[in-house]
C-alpha cells in the first residue's frame, strides 16, 4: 500500500538553528501538506502546497517557516531559527486532486522534533 | 465557538460495546467530513469519510447533518484494537484543501 514517508523520525536541535524536515509523498498525489502537533494539544494546519506554490498557509506559518519540493519525489519543510514553543510533531500529508470536493489526505508517520 | 467540537471522553466500554461519538464544526461552507484514528504518538489515519446521506464501514457508521452541522461515528461490537483517539475532521474553513480537526475523543475498551 502507498504511504507518505517522513525523515528523520525525530530531530533534536538547539534554539536558534536551522530544520529540515523531508517527507516523500503518495506518487500520484499532486497535493501536499504539512501539519503539526503539540503534545496534548490537536493537529493544526501549517501549509498547503500544489503545483509548485504554496496554495493556503496559517498563521502559524510565519516568515520563519518555507516549503520546498526539490525534486520530483521530495517535499521540505524548513524552520529558519528554531524557538522552544516549535517543539511537536511534524506530520506531511498528501492527497490526490480534490473530486466533488473529497480531499482525503494520507499522514506520514511524523518527525518529532524537539527543540532545546 | 470552536471549529471542530468534540468531546475528549474517555469513553470507557467494555468489548463487544456499542459506543456513539459526536461533533459539531462551524462552518457552514465545510464540504468534506471525515474521521480519523489516532494512536499515542503516532499518526492521524484515515479511518473513513463521512457523505450526506450516511455511510457504513463494517462495523462503523457514519452520519452527517448538515443543517445541524454535526457528525456522528457508530462502532459497533467493539474491540480491545479499537482503543484510540478518534478525530473528527471537516475541510476549511475558507474552503481548500486545508483539514480542520478536532481535539478528539479517546476510547478505551477494556476485556
Known amino acids: 500500500e502507498p504511504e507518505v514517508t517522513q525523515t528523520p523520525s525525530h530531530q533534536v536541535t538547539q534554539m536558534g538553528q536551522e530544520v529540515i524536515l523531508r517527507c516523500v509523498p503518495i506518487?500520484?498525489?499532486?497535493?501536499f501538506y504539512w501539519y503539526r502537533q503539540i503534545l496534548g494539544q490537536k493537529v493544526e494546519f501549517l501549509v498547503s502546497?500544489?503545483?509548485?506554490?504554496?496554495?493556503?498557509k496559517s498563521e502559524i506559518f510565519d516568515d520563519q517557516f518555507s516549503v520546498e519540493r526539490p525534486d520530483g519525489s521530495n517535499f521540505t519543510l524548513k524552520i529558519r531559527s528554531t524557538k522552544l514553543e516549535d517543539s511537536a510533531m511534524y506530520f506531511c500529508?498528501?492527497?490526490?486532486?480534490?473530486?466533488?470536493?473529497?480531499?482525503?489526505?494520507?499522514f506520514g508517520q511524523g518527525t518529532r522534533l524537539t527543540v532545546v | 465557538r470552536k471549529e471542530v467540537e468534540q468531546d475528549p471522553g474517555p469513553f470507557n466500554v467494555p468489548e463487544g460495546a456499542t459506543v456513539a461519538f459526536n461533533c459539531t464544526y462551524s462552518?457552514?461552507?465545510?464540504?468534506?467530513f471525515f474521521w480519523y484514528r489516532q494512536d499515542c504518538r503516532k499518526e492521524p489515519k484515515l479511518l473513513m469519510s463521512?457523505?450526506?446521506s450516511g455511510n457504513e464501514d463494517g462495523r462503523f457508521t457514519a452520519q452527517l447533518n448538515r443543517a445541524s452541522q454535526y457528525i456522528s461515528l457508530l462502532i459497533r461490537d467493539s474491540k480491545l484494537s479499537d482503543s484510540a483517539t478518534y478525530l473528527c475532521?471537516?475541510?476549511?474553513?475558507?474552503?481548500?484543501?486545508?483539514?480542520?480537526f478536532g481535539t478528539g475523543t479517546q476510547l478505551k475498551v477494556e476485556l
Open positions: 500529508a498528501s492527497s490526490e486532486v480534490p473530486t466533488r470536493g473529497n480531499t482525503e489526505a494520507f
Open positions: 502546497f500544489y503545483n509548485n506554490e504554496i496554495s493556503e
Open positions: 462552518n457552514s461552507a465545510s464540504q468534506s
Open positions: 475532521v471537516v475541510n476549511g474553513p475558507g474552503g481548500g484543501n486545508k483539514l480542520t
Open positions: 506518487s500520484n498525489h499532486l497535493y
Open positions: 463521512v457523505y450526506s
